[in-house]
């Protein structure tokens, strides 16, 4: 009997349509004898896989056991599976087989000798030809950059996690690649949550900060500027208070920086840090101008994302200097001459990638709790910290910290440090935690005030600090310049055209259906050719792939949701030209 008919033709079609599974394949050296000596038909006549124990992976239960339920979910024709774990392609096979073609199927399989044994069972050729099947490389970023390509998964359907239970009998690495996973799928779901509903928000706040921006300054030459340096980041969690009248009493040689939300709270505790910085976008950071000692303020900069609100860049009493963050319309224009940091949606997070990427020597984390127990999430002086927090289930989770006990936490909590884990997966850079009873960082050593103290956690390089805080404030004297042309005009000349061609061919809307997907698809190729525009016309980038794309018949209310969009777009278009002009210009 051969034992791996299609392992070639397999193989073959993957590396034909470049799926990087074949190089990874091929750097891990698979041991063709163990694959041959692991792979036999079991009592029962099936091709099976030999466990670390000697047994089968299928001779106690048989597959139609595990997958006998296994479909495509509530939407199926506009969801994906993910898939951890393969065995010889029983669940798989299932999948592919019970699945719509516009199904989504991922695999990911961390042992390659179970991998290759797969693709010798099954002709996959059909299934990656019509792109309905990826097998991925069971590797962190990868699997970030796979999920975040199902946006139109998550919002027109569901992503469905499967574990598949044979192979977890081959070892933990299965269940802790699930865990990983899980988690990119829900950090992947709050970024969408919060894109869907605050993208607008978001980025048309950066059209008004646009030209402020670019006369405030730039961050670019402070990469690996703070070499020598410890810094601490000091959060707004409970604990703070705990550890801030120590910070006040002897800081040490450190450079503090910290969030402007957090700024009234260290204040009050006597401490003022080195600069802070504002991510939020949302109009209620402006009551931190309530609590905020402008004097004290004064002499501290304030690092802003480009996203928040024009009026808390206008009324912050100190020197102000932009920070470009991903998502926004510096990812295409400023890219290759500005820093356009992943602000990751947390601003400790932010803070943590901001001084990694200034080349600090060590991080202190304090205050960072990302959970909270009892009814206050954060401390005295914040601005949320005046409501009490009755745990609710569909809005928090309860987890327990290093002691043993129940504390609360919510999903974008989890999400920042999960994105904080991921971060120092990858550095050597020495992080420490000043614990204080919440949420465990995985990658953080936690101790306490006295064993930093006695540890010199505290101190810097001589002269490190001030030497960094002179480059940083020297940072507000480098200008930007910026040159565009309005594009508004030709878009719609173009979407105007689109429209009338989709008028004529609704009139026969039964004869019609092919070429009217043909023309929302080329409508949808035209709204996100330009990457100027396309941070601010997300959401009708995905309701015109909703017409597009999750779509298999039209009828008389989609001209109308087209006319929609359309309207919506040719209003940001004039927006953006509007915003991007320099003042006074003739053209706006």
Known sequence: MKMFPFL???METLDRLGQMIVAWLAA???????????????????????LPTGSGMFE????????????????????????????????????????????KVIVVEPNPELLLACLGQ?????????????????EDDYLGEIIKNLDLQYIFGVINLRADLPSQQMGPEYASLLARIKGRVENFCVEMNTLRSRQDVMVG????????????GSLAGLENSARGVTAVILGAGPSLLRFAPEFARDPGQALYATAL??????????????????????????????RLDAERAADVPLIYSTKVQPELVRRYPGPTIPLWTIGGMA???????????DAGGNVSLTLARFLRWCGVSRLVLAGQDFAWSGEQTHADGHHAAGRKVVFNPRAHLRIKNLHGEEIITTPQYMAAKRELEMDLRKTTLPVFGLYGGGAPIEGVEMLDMAQVRERGLLDSLPGSVEGFLDRLLSARERRRSFDFEPRSHRWSVSLRNAEKQLTRLFRNLGGNQKEIHGMFERALLFIKQDPLYVPYLFNEIINLSGLAKARHSYEPKDLAEFRRIEKDVLRKVREVDRCLLPAGSRAA
């Open 60 to 103: 106690q239960v048989p597959p139609q056991a595990f997958y006998s339920e296994w479909d495509g979910g509530a939407k199926p024709d506009t969801s994906a599976t993910i898939l951890v774990g393969c065995n010889v392609g029983y669940g798989l096979n299932r999948l592919l087989t019970n699945t719509p073609d516009s199904h």
């Open 8 to 10: 070639r033709e397999n």
């Open 331 to 341: 990812t295409f224009a400023m890219k290759d001459r500005e820093l356009v940091l």
């Open 261 to 290: 939300q957090t700024m009234p709270t260290l204040q009050a505790q006597g401490i003022t840090p080195h600069f802070c910085m504002a991510i939020d976008y949302d109009p209620g950071m402006l009551r931190i101008f309530d």
């Open 28 to 50: 891990r050296k698979a041991d063709e004898q163990r694959i041959k000596d692991s792979l036999f038909v079991n009592r029962h006549g099936l091709i099976d896989w030999k």
């Open 122 to 138: 099954t002709d996959f050729r059909p299934f990656l030809e019509h792109k309905k099947l990826h097998f991925a490389l069971p």
């Open 205 to 216: 706040n950066e059209l008004k900060n646009f030209h402020r921006a670019l006369s405030d």
